[in-house]
């Protein structure tokens, strides 16, 4: 008897902080711009990376206004779609939320990254994804095309989870910037310490109304942008690998647990003498080795 009404009580605490919960992010400018129901916040990683963004940044200090799936066109008539930009006084914040978690290694010019996530029993799975400092270059070139404003100061975020360790990245440049979101916050207060008040209040107001109805555009334009996307990601996947590649210094392969160069090698003794693996340039500190494959 006493478990069954545990239980109940139990479920009604759940319904309650639930339906607080809901109020208060009804109440956001998250909400009020995408109209996003809390529920399919909750269960969609994309939309809740997008919408933590924006809470960690609700401390800052300064006259600001959010846009969030800002949709961009392009000159072949496709779109580019923004997940959010903070327009602030010390300038033009183009954010790309990247909710994911493990660890990530990339380098400023390569076409893909890598997410390294563990499997168990000291195994871990790789998977690809499209470079991200990459894909917001593409967001600034067209965002700064469409509002055609050589005096404005963009800014370009990549942000990943709190669930992740940025294990080697490696930016070339001072352009782009890659951060978990714990310190979002803390490394946007240190660029406007450093650039100061760039934009007037009257500024701001006037690029919101400028680049507002682009985040409300149609549920065909949202699907057109979808399938580009989907499109393009199976083309550039179902392409022929050459039997023979040089990898450039760029591309060179990194161990997953270390984040120090792999290394060709050969097996000196026993039955498998003579083949070559790679292995961790971190030996004997780090064992992670690789069987080469038709691929590699």
């Not at 139990?10 to 995408?34: M, P």
């Not at 040089?246 to 039955?271: N, Q, S």
Request: charged letters at 25%; hydrophobic letters at 35%.
């Amino acid at each position: 008897m006493w478990l069954y009404l545990y239980a109940i009580l139990f479920i009604i605490a759940i319904f309650a902080i639930y339906a607080l919960q809901n109020r208060q992010y009804k109440k956001t400018e998250y909400y009020e711009q995408t109209k996003n129901p809390y529920m399919s916040v909750l269960f969609d990683k994309g939309r809740l990376g997008e919408f933590y963004t924006y809470k960690y940044l609700k401390p800052l200090d300064g006259y600001r206004r959010y846009l969030f799936n800002l949709y961009i066109p392009k000159e072949n008539g496709e779109t580019t779609e923004l997940d959010v930009v903070l327009l602030h006084e010390s300038g033009i914040y183009v954010l790309e939320s990247k909710n994911y978690s493990g660890w990530i290694f990339g380098t400023e010019s390569q076409k893909y990254w890598t997410q390294t996530l563990p499997v168990g029993r000291g195994r871990s799975q790789k998977n690809k994804f499209f470079n991200p400092v990459l894909q917001n270059k593409g967001h600034l070139k067209w965002l700064k095309t469409f509002l055609a404003d050589q005096t404005l100061p963009f800014y370009s975020y990549i942000v990943f989870s709190d669930r992740c360790t940025l294990k080697n990245i490696r930016l070339n440049s001072e352009e782009h910037h890659v951060v978990n979101r714990y310190n979002l916050l803390s490394v946007i207060r240190q660029n406007i310490a450093k650039t100061g008040s760039q934009l007037s209040v009257e500024k701001i107001d006037r690029l919101f109304e400028i680049l507002y109805p682009l985040t409300q555009v149609d549920g065909a334009v949202k699907m057109a942008h979808i399938k580009n996307i989907q499109q393009k990601t199976q083309d550039n996947f179902s392409k022929p690998v050459p039997a023979v590649m040089v990898m450039p210094k760029a591309e060179e392969p990194i161990c997953p647990r270390c984040g120090e160069k792999l290394v060709m090698r050969t097996v000196r003794k026993g039955e498998r003498q003579g083949k070559q693996f790679r292995g961790c340039s971190g030996f004997p500190k780090c064992r992670y080795t690789e069987e080469l494959t038709a691929e590699s």
